[in-house]
């Protein structure tokens, strides 16, 4: 009797494992489906039950509709959730992405590992690629003058990263089930369109009164030829047309220059930024418009005129240490028994005689104390090397500054040496 007690005792407890056990869970997870699949039937962001993963396929099986045993799908073409409650808030926040897709404008853009520019490169995308967007981060960030967004994009092969938007043309499937055409703000266009944009750093010349000529020119920016389908651009470093077939618009005033890599950015009237690739390297320039740029080269050279003519007008200056120095209206100049300043100052090879020219500028901190620095370039000296000096004028002479070589940034004299060489050249003539 014992025995049956027993017995019956563990067939209970076996019953109810079974029992138990038919109560388990009957999901595998959920799962967020990224973009559509017709073949199937199903749409982008819906929420689907995973049945079963199977690694070695690289599928996850779902339950839908009357399809008992359940319809494989590709792995990287969903998001996976083991709670239903994470699948459904994901799925109501991808809703506003479940149909928009971006076609890419440069060859070789880069889907990164992590929303950085530094960060890893995971695929490299093709001219004309289509990728489907699936997220965006939250803050704008400004990469190579652009303010713009990183999206999370999804290749057709299952590539997956980040992406910058500025090559980006991005769009909604819904409407036609294509890439909508562009409304052209054609009025935005023109004010790139109907005038010359100059590099930004033409303003910063006009505003610090260092207008350099070597590089403030009429050729120098980006002109528009739409009746040739033409853009012009012309850099300090190189120069490029753009023959284009087409101009889309890409919302925030950028407007594509379709079969090219240029693309313009009208941020005002006056101000534009332009994107390019030459040689598979990325550019971005800012450029403005200058309404009065002959004006202000006109300007410029009769400011240097008048104080060649002051040079000339010295005649013949000199110092009783280091020579002295004739000046001619050519402004050419002779300079003799200068051996005192020879080679610190002067070349060896330097012969007495030469032109003075005025291309470089004191920093504004100098401005009080001299007129502007004057080279002198020396027959005899392989490429006519420059000596530089700083210099004020008066009617009792001229003072000269030595400035090295080192103290010159971009044109600039940024300050005296901490010893600087003096020389007072006096108009006595002697």
Known sequence: MRSLTRYLAIFLIISAGAVLSGCGPKYRGWGVLYLDDTEKDLKAGIVLPVLQESEIRDV????????????????????????????????NEYGQWADLYAITLLNGLSIREQA????????????GQEVKIIGRAAEKVTIANHDGYW????????????????NLRIYDSKDSGALRESVLDTELLH????????????????????????????????????????????????QENFVYTGISQAGNGRFIFEGTSLQIEVRSANRIAAYYNINNKEYAELMVYIENM???IDSEIERRDLIFQQFSDLGTVSSSAYGRISFNGEKGYIWSDFKRLVPAVIPESAQGSGRISLGYFPAPALRNDYDGVVSFSFDGVPGNGLVNFLFKLSDLGVKLVYVPKKDIDNGVVKQESASPLVIFMSGAGE
Not at 151 to 166: H, I, P, Q, R
Not at 194 to 209: E, G, H, Q, S, T
Request: aromatic share 16%; charged share 35%; net charge negative.
């Open 60 to 91: 996850y099986t779902v339950e839908s509709g009357e399809n008992a045993a359940g319809l494989d799908i590709e792995r990287w073409k969903m998001a996976f959730f083991e709670k239903k409650a994470d699948a459904d808030a994901f799925a």
């Open 151 to 166: 999206y999370t994009v999804l290749t057709e092969d299952g590539s997956k990263g980040y992406c910058f938007d500025k």
């Open 116 to 127: 950085d520019e530094s960060s890893a490169r995971v695929y490299k995308l093709r001219e």
């Open 294 to 296: 002959e004006e202000l």
């Open 191 to 238: 004010q790139f369109l109907d005038k010359p944009f100059r590099p930004a750093y033409f303003l910063d010349m006009i505003r610090d009164n260092m207008i350099d000529l070597t590089l403030f020119k009429t050729t120098r920016g980006i002109f528009a030829y739409p009746d040739e389908n033409r853009i012009f651009l012309a850099t300090r470093d190189h």
